[in-house]
T-cell receptor
Framework: DAMVIQNPRYQVTQFGKPVTLSCSQT?????MYWYQQKSSQAPKLLFH???????NEADTPDNFQSRRPNTSFCFLDIRSPGLGDAAMYLC???????????FGQGTRLTVV | RKEVEQDPGPFNVPEGATVAFNCTYS??????FFWYRQDCRKEPKLLMS???SGNEDGRFTAQLNRASQYISLLIRDSKLSDSATYLC?????????FGKGTRLHILP
């Protein structure tokens, strides 16, 4: 039973065309994370929510935005995707205090 | 020092051998540590959690050295299916920080 679900699994978007990736969870975790992972690199944290509190990493480009309308859902918006934004985007959830993270299967984004 | 650093890979190891990876961390206040396994084009999956001095699960042993601020992962009797990237994870406050990962290739 999937506990962290990402949609879609694969997304193709045009250069400059806004795209939204979604993540939902059934674990009722109060922390949700978005990571970007490029080939042969470690997942890079973009931002995370602790409940509704948004925490942006200092080096996350302004092109990336996020919304968390409720505990279960979190969205990643890429306002103007560039070729360099092609990557796997991973959503994860966790509990307060630094417990393990539970990952969705990821969305592989291609920019054409 | 970076928040989480790992041994560079790839490690090419014959089947049946024992292999060990190290991971160092900078935040001395960290209390929990994790090893994740990631297969090619898949999401990371939790392999082991380490909350005290160490943890053992079958062929896998994780050890924590708080004084030197490192954790290690030991894989005994390695199998072909152990080929993957192993990611060291250290939570910092509510953030989950990954090391760059160590690639392991088990050779038949």
């Amino acid at each position: 039973d999937a506990m962290v679900i990402q949609n879609p699994r694969y997304q193709v978007t045009q250069f400059g065309k806004p795209v939204t990736l979604s993540c939902s969870q059934t674990l009722n975790h109060n922390v949700m994370y978005w990571y970007q992972q490029k080939s042969s690199q470690a997942p890079k944290l973009l931002f995370h929510y602790y409940d509704k509190d948004f925490n942006n990493e200092a080096d996350t480009p302004d092109n990336f935005q996020s919304r968390r309308p409720n505990t279960s859902f979190c969205f990643l918006d890429i306002r103007s995707p560039g070729l360099g934004d092609a990557a796997m985007y991973l959503c994860a959830t966790g509990r307060q205090g630094g417990t393990e993270a539970f990952f969705g299967q990821g969305t592989r984004l291609t920019v054409v | 020092r970076k928040e989480v650093e790992q041994d560079p890979g790839p490690f090419n190891v014959p089947e049946g051998a024992t292999v060990a990876f190290n991971c160092t961390y900078s935040n001395s206040a960290s209390q929990s540590f994790f090893w994740y396994r990631q297969d090619c084009r898949k999401e990371p999956k939790l392999l082991m959690s380490v909350y005290s001095s160490g943890n053992e699960d079958g062929r896998f042993t994780a050890q924590l050295n708080r004084a030197s601020q490192y954790i290690s992962l030991l894989i005994r009797d390695s199998k072909l299916s152990d080929s993957a990237t192993y990611l060291c994870v250290v939570p910092v406050d509510d953030k989950i920080i990954f090391g760059k990962g160590t690639r392991l290739h088990i050779l038949p």
